[in-house]
């Protein structure tokens, strides 16, 4: 199983980028020729990662002026000024600041309309987007225009009923104009503070569908109009973002199926060739799996330095400060017990799994590749802690030889496997005492995390 994520999408790019740090990041002095070198190496690369060549041409060019200057390749860490500019660079292309949406106050209804073709995941980010906002405070209501696609409609009411947000469909229904504007009327009428529209695709971009998309558009005034683009077609979602914004002036755009094994060169053409910023990217097919998109940390994980801000966010929605607290306190005092370790594994299920985890950590990025009797090994840890009594979680050394069978049985093991993993615990119990009362381990560990 290849590493999630950032990390898959640009993993080549990445290797690249991570490959040339070691090499320049710690050199006393860099020439022209090195820095030349090492640009060509990059274009090749963004190049190889269908990036526009009019934006590969531009980076190169910007790059090559910025650090070939005397104050680089005459300053005190000039292999580390480089990696800073090749780094700013990249969050130049992916748009600089993050673009958040321009929705109005809670006592008025917003509307954002969705825009895509057949296939983009639309119907997916939608839902995802409204499972956002509603975990952000929001009260948003689905409306169910994509009268094309069969069963988009009831794809829709499904995936609503998932996240707990209502759905306004109208069975039978022939004008999404009409459904649009209703929906937008409910909308209005029962409070609700976001209206998110559901359009319809076509395989390609035709004349029906950009007629159809004018007229919903025009009908319901949307406050934002985003498309919902495959990252998997490269450029050519730019160029599809290019015809909508034409037709009706898109406000921004979803990157979705950005956990796929692609290139990336939607990522890093569409903020330059079009201006139209990306503001949020779908990162798997959980309803969670929605994250804004933000340039800074987005280039740090192309460029393999980690993403510790969002590692901390997604531990933050995990678990609160006094979890937190008191967990210390337990492995402090060797009260760590295998209940608690069975929890994390549902709290690192949360953040994304362990490959995710790892890949925002600084130097870390596609370090933690699991094949499949890593995860098997994972599964079956699980798998034994449950076939165990709540007793004997709290209490593991009253699991003698008997149990230790009755274990395997249960959980469909070995006495093996359960007698490893009792062996491993208490070791790790070990580990986390030093560690939860070792203030000066405390600090290497943090600042390893660049913390």
Known sequence: MRSSGVSILFDRLSTTFSDLFRQMGGKAKISEKNVQDAVEQIKLALLEADVNLRVVRRFVNATLKEATGEHVLRSVSPGQQFVKIVHDRIVHLLGDEAAGLNLKGPDTTSVIL???????????????????????????????????????????????????????????????????????????????????????????????????????????????????ADAMTGQHAVDIAKSFDETVELSGVILSKFDSDTRGGAAL??????????????????????????????????????????LVEKAQETIDEQEAVDLQKKMASKNFTLEDYLDQFSRMRKMGGLEKIMDMMPGMQGQMEMDENQQKMIAHQEAIIL?????????????????????????????????????????????????????????????????
């Open 114 to 228: 969705l825009l895509g073709l057949q296939g983009s995941g639309k119907t997916t980010t939608a839902s995802k987007l409204a499972a956002r906002l509603k975990k952000e405070g929001r009260r948003p209501l689905l409306v169910a225009a994509d009268l094309v696609r069969p069963a988009a409609v009831d794809q829709l009411v499904t995936l609503g009923s998932q996240i707990a947000v209502d759905v306004h469909s109208e069975k039978g229904a022939k004008d999404p104009v009409k459904v649009a504007k209703n929906g937008l009327k409910r909308g209005k009428k029962e409070l609700y503070d976001t209206v998110i529209i559901d359009t319809s695709g076509r395989m390609h971009v035709d004349a029906d569908l950009m007629k159809e998309i004018k007229s919903v558009f025009q009908a319901v005034k949307p406050d934002e109009t985003l498309m919902v």
């Open 387 to 451: 076939s165990m009594t709540p007793k004997e979680r709290q209490n593991h050394f009253m699991i003698g030889p008997g149990r230790r069978k009755r274990i395997a049985k249960g959980s469909g093991t070995s006495v093996h496997q359960v007698n490893k993993l009792i062996k491993d615990f208490d070791k790790m119990r070990q580990m986390m005492k030093k560690a939860a009362k070792n203030k000066k381990y405390q600090q290497q560990m943090m600042k390893q995390l660049g913390v």
């Open 269 to 310: 053409s569409l903020k330059s060739i079009t201006g139209k910023a990306i503001k949020f990217i779908g990162v798997g097919e959980k309803s969670d799996d929605l994250e804004p998109f933000v340039p800074e940390r987005i280039a740090s994980r192309i460029l393999g330095m980690g993403d510790v801000v969002s």
